[in-house]
């Protein structure tokens, strides 16, 4: 069943009879969808003050009152929304049976922003939502409740203390849990860093060895300088503190120390600073124990490993770009392991922690070179991806 335009005209019109032209807002799953950017936006827009809501839009700054279209069944009549609708606002991603709760939802949401609603501003400011991050935890009445007690640093009185405190915490909740959210952000450098130190350190691997070659059978391949400098780059740019080359072959060692040399040297540090710099990351190694025995002994525990591979795995270990707070719940470090050839070796497979779901385009081509890999994996895991902010509000 889908509701009748002129119903709509009818209950608009009749609004508008009594109240003035209303600034419209629709809700449909289809619509934007809030979250409190969005809010953010659509407060400043829908001019909210402590007396009246006055509506300004520049092509209707006669509006002086907000509309909610709330819609049942099926929906409305297409036609409609085109017609009238100034705001479409979807409250998530699943299906309701009509439009009232979001529009409760909506009215929670802005009105907590109209000031003098919640008594005290500045906790609107601090919550979660409003900045790059979630709110820090809070507490309570009685001091120990069943097993747990509260912080020693928040009963301590020392302010300065506690806010440093309660930042720490923002900050760890925040890029466990909402990685996503953080990393939306335009961050400052300091929110960069600070970020990346929160997060477990990461390492990659890229194995010359236990990987499928183009007979079917394991065994080892040849390295390339090119996988070289793109994995020291792209370990500079996403933070990742080493990048082990592993080849059990003793000549390509020595290709690779003739290689790291020039850049180890006065003469590469003239050519190009930066590629030395990056290049600092790279560590030759014989074999995948030893990569974990240079881990291990660098940050006083074994790593996470996480494989990687073009081909689709469908155990219950397998993650993708959501996964962090399963995979840094530990603290761990975390290495990210590639292969060249045709792909880590199953027996390699099978002894990862985890297996990254395979990048993908919408073709039947799977064939991304493994420098190509290791830069999307790492944006896509540890990438910054902000969102422009006015895309969301016309
Ligand atoms: C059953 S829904 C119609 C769903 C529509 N046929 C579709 O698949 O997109 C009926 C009405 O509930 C409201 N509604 C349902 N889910 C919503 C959501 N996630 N956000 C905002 N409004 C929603 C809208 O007003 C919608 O027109």
Known sequence: MVIKPGIIDKALGHCEKKWGVGFKIFFSPQGKRLDQRLFRKLAKTINLNSSK???????????????????RYEGMDAR??????????????????????????????????????????ESVHRESFESPFLDYPTYGLPVKWKDQTIPDVVLSGNHAEIEKWRDEQALQKTIRRRFDWFSSWPLTKEEKKNGLKSIPPHYIALMHDQVILGNGKEGV???TSLDIHDSARSSSTYGIKKAFIVSPLKDQHSIMDTFLKFWRSEEGMRYNKTRCEAIRRIVPSHNFDEVIAEIEKKEGIKPI??????????????????????????????????????????????????????VQGMTDYNHLSVRSAIAVVLDRWIGVHQKIDDASVT
């Open 53 to 71: 809501i006055t509506v300004e839009k520049k092509h209707t700054s006669s509006k002086s009152h907000i509309i909610l279209v709330c819609s």
């Open 80 to 121: 409609v929304e085109k017609e009238y609708a100034d705001e479409i606002l979807s409250i998530g991603d699943y299906v309701l049976m009509g439009g009232d709760l979001p529009a409760q939802v909506f009215l929670e949401g802005i009105l907590r922003l109209l000031p003098g609603v919640v008594g005290k501003e």
């Open 221 to 223: 391949t040849s390295i």
């Open 305 to 358: 490993v996480i494989a990687t591979s073009a081909r689709f795995y469908s155990s219950d270990n397998v993650i993708d770009y959501s996964s962090h707070e399963r995979v840094w719940h530990s603290g761990r470090p975390v290495l990210i392991v590639f292969g060249t050839g045709q792909g880590l070796s199953e027996e390699f497979m099978e002894k990862a922690d985890f297996i990254l779901i395979p």
